[in-house]
């Protein structure tokens, strides 16, 4: 796994383990991180620090309610009748890797990893 980065995500979680981050990813939150830095200035005293990686433009959280919606339309675009949570995705996810139905060698030690 040369090349890839290892973090300890924030939160109140009892994980003490790190997240394996490969470098494509890596480029992508350094892209996140500089458009954010626009918005940061362009909404000067407006801007609202939540040290969030993704953020509405004055940098308060994203409604919920959106992300909600945003998420039953790429079910249904994906023709997925079951009424799935955001969260049944990650379960969906570690259940492939598990099974080494993902062969990429990006996604699979992108799960958690210990210490």
Known sequence: MSGWTFVKPK???????????????????????????????????????????????????LDAGDDWDEWKEIL??????????????RHTAATLHSNRAWTSAWSRPSLATPN
């Open 11 to 61: 939160g109140k979680g009892k994980g003490k383990g790190k997240i394996a981050l490969p470098p494509p990813l890596i480029a992508l939150l350094k892209l996140q991180k500089e458009a954010q830095q626009v918005e940061r200035e362009a909404a000067g005293e407006r801007w609202q620090e939540w040290d969030l990686v993704w953020c509405m433009p004055d940098g308060n959280p």
């Open 76 to 89: 249904k675009e994906a023709d997925i009748d079951k009424d799935a949570r955001v969260h049944d995705a």
